[in-house]
C-alpha cells in the first residue's frame, strides 16, 4: 500500500466544501473552507503540501462529481462510504464498506440518478391520484361495492375509469376540478411511463444489465428495485457477507451498548434511502404471498441455476415471515426483518450472476 505524505478529508457541500489536510508524519492538521466548490482553487491548495497526497469524502448529495473534477486536476481522490468512516459510540446508525470511486462507471451513476427520477415520478402519480379521490370523497362520489368473486373493487381500474366518466359535479367549478385532476393524473403517468421506458434502456445498456435481471428471480424484486440495488452496490464482490449488505442499507438493527449490555434498537436507517424503501415495500408482497415458483419471461436470459436460487430464497422468506407471525410478531416488525433478508438474497443472486460472468 503506497505511503502518502498528506491525506485530505473533504466535506463538500453544495453551497461550500472544507478541506482538512493531516500530515501524516507530524499529525499537524490545517483546515480551510472553500465558499462553493471551486475544484481548481482546492486543488492548487492542495499542491502546496507534501506528496503523494489522497483526497477522500464522504459519499452523498454531489456523488462523483467532486472525483471526477479532482482527477481530471491531477488529485487522487476516493468515495468514502459512510459505511466505513470511524463512527463515535454514541452513533447508533452505521454502515459496511468502503467504495472506489474509480470503480464505478459514469453510466452506473447515471442509473442512480435515473432511479431517483423515476422515484420521484412515481410520487407525483400517487400524489395527483390522491388528490383526485380526496376531491371526489368530498363530493360525495364513492366508488365502492364488491365483484362478483366478493372482494372489495380496486381504483384506476378499467372499471374505475368508466365510472369516472360518468361522475357530475353540480356545479361549473366542480366540473372543471374535476377535468383538470384527471388532466393531472394522466400527465403524471404519461411521464412515469415515458421515464420507465428510457430507465430500462439504460439499464439494459449498462454493466449491470445481467444483474438487474438476475435480481428480480425472487419475489419482492421488480425492476425498480433490481436496477437501484445493482447501481447503489455497483461491484457485488466488494461486499464479504450479507450481513454487511444488510447494515449498508440501514436495515440491521441499531445498537447501544454499555459494558456488558448490548441493547438492540429498530433499523439504523443509514445508507441509500430509496433502496431502502423498495426493498421494504417489496417485502410487503409476501403478506399475500403463496408458495408457488414466481413466473418470469422465458427471453430475460436470466440462467436456470439463478433463477432456482431466486425460488429457494422467496420460499425462504415467506416461510420465515410466516414463522415470525406465528409467534405473535408485529407484521411491521417481521416486514423490516423480511426486508433485511431480501437484500441479503439480492446480493446473493448479484454475486452469482458475476461468477457465472467470469
Known amino acids: 500500500m503506497p505511503k502518502y505524505s498528506t491525506a485530505f478529508g473533504m466535506d463538500v457541500h453544495l453551497r461550500s466544501t472544507t478541506v482538512c489536510a493531516l500530515d501524516a508524519d507530524t499529525g499537524e492538521a ?71 470511486a474509480a470503480r464505478m462507471a459514469p453510466e452506473v451513476e447515471g442509473i442512480r440518478d435515473l432511479a431517483g427520477a423515476y422515484d420521484g ?23 365502492g361495492g364488491t365483484t362478483p368473486a366478493g372482494n372489495p373493487r ?41 421515464l420507465l421506458s428510457e430507465y430500462r434502456a439504460a439499464v439494459d445498456a449498462s454493466p449491470i444489465a445481467a444483474e438487474a435481471a438476475a435480481l428480480q428471480s425472487i419475489k419482492g424484486c421488480a425492476f425498480a428495485l ?9 461491484d457485488f464482490t466488494r461486499f464479504r457477507s450479507g450481513r454487511q449488505v444488510t447494515a449498508y442499507f440501514g436495515l440491521a438493527p441499531s445498537q447501544r451498548s454499555s459494558g456488558d449490555s448490548v441493547r438492540l434498537g429498530g433499523i439504523s436507517g443509514a445508507g441509500n434511502a430509496l433502496v431502502r424503501k423498495l426493498a421494504v415495500e417489496g417485502s410487503w408482497c409476501y403478506a399475500a404471498a403463496r408458495h408457488q415458483p414466481k413466473l418470469m419471461p422465458r427471453d430475460t436470459g ?42 441479503r438474497w439480492l446480493w446473493a443472486l448479484g454475486m452469482m450472476c458475476r461468477e457465472g460472468a467470469e
Open 30 to 100: 490545517v483546515t480551510r473552507r472553500f465558499p462553493g466548490n471551486p475544484w481548481g482553487e482546492i486543488a492548487g491548495w492542495m499542491d502546496g503540501f507534501p506528496g503523494p497526497s489522497l483526497a477522500a469524502y464522504e459519499s452523498g448529495y454531489l456523488g462523483f462529481a467532486p472525483q471526477r473534477e479532482l482527477a481530471g486536476l491531477g488529485v487522487e481522490c476516493v468515495v468514502a462510504a459512510v459505511s466505513k468512516i470511524p463512527r463515535s459510540a454514541a452513533d447508533s446508525a452505521s454502515k459496511n464498506d468502503r467504495n472506489d
Open 121 to 143: 415520478a412515481t410520487a407525483r402519480l400517487a400524489t395527483a391520484k390522491q388528490r383526485l379521490l380526496a376531491f371526489l370523497a368530498k363530493r360525495g362520489f364513492v366508488y
Open 154 to 194: 380496486k381504483y384506476w381500474t378499467y372499471d374505475f375509469l368508466r365510472w369516472l366518466d360518468k361522475v357530475r359535479p353540480e356545479d361549473d367549478g366542480g366540473v372543471r376540478t374535476l377535468a383538470a385532476l384527471r388532466n393531472e393524473v394522466e400527465a403524471a403517468a404519461e411521464a412515469r411511463a415515458d
Open 226 to 234: 433490481a436496477a437501484a440495488f445493482s447501481a447503489e452496490v455497483g
Open 302 to 343: 436470466v440462467p436456470l441455476e439463478i433463477r432456482m436460487h431466486g425460488r429457494k430464497g422467496s420460499e425462504r422468506l415467506l416461510r420465515r415471515r410466516d414463522e415470525m407471525l406465528a409467534r405473535g410478531v408485529p407484521a411491521a416488525k417481521a416486514n423490516a426483518a423480511t426486508a433485511a433478508e431480501l437484500v
